[in-house]
């Protein structure tokens, strides 16, 4: 089974040297659910925010994809492109059986 957690601010406790300020305890708890099922041979995907590096590398067995940047687009209309655009094409991309979302806000 595929599972992908849509927590936009997740890479950062995963890979060190990103400093994101929005990171906080339900990110911490997506990591380690999905850890958890990871060990359990389930096939784990994070959709995080784009923070920078050319690409997300893949971690004890676990596949991060990119979203948008959070500074990425004009207000006002940014919420149609580049964010729900591209998280749709991280959606696509994630070809997950479940999606586990808990954030604040758009999402």
């Known amino acids: 089974m595929k599972v992908c957690f849509v927590a936009n601010s997740v890479y950062p406790f995963f890979f060190s040297g990103l400093d994101y300020q929005g990171a906080g305890g339900a990110e911490y708890q997506q990591k380690m659910i999905g850890l958890a099922l990871s060990r359990r041979r389930f ?20 596949m991060f994809i990119k979203s948008f940047r959070p500074d990425a687009g004009l207000p006002g209309i940014r919420v149609f492109h580049p964010r729900l655009t591209k998280l749709w094409w991280a959606l696509k991309n994630a070809d997950a059986d479940v999606y586990y979302v808990r954030p604040a806000g758009i999402l």
């Open 43 to 62: 096939d784990v995907s994070f959709i995080s925010y784009d923070l920078g590096p050319p690409d997300f590398p893949e971690q004890d067995g676990l």
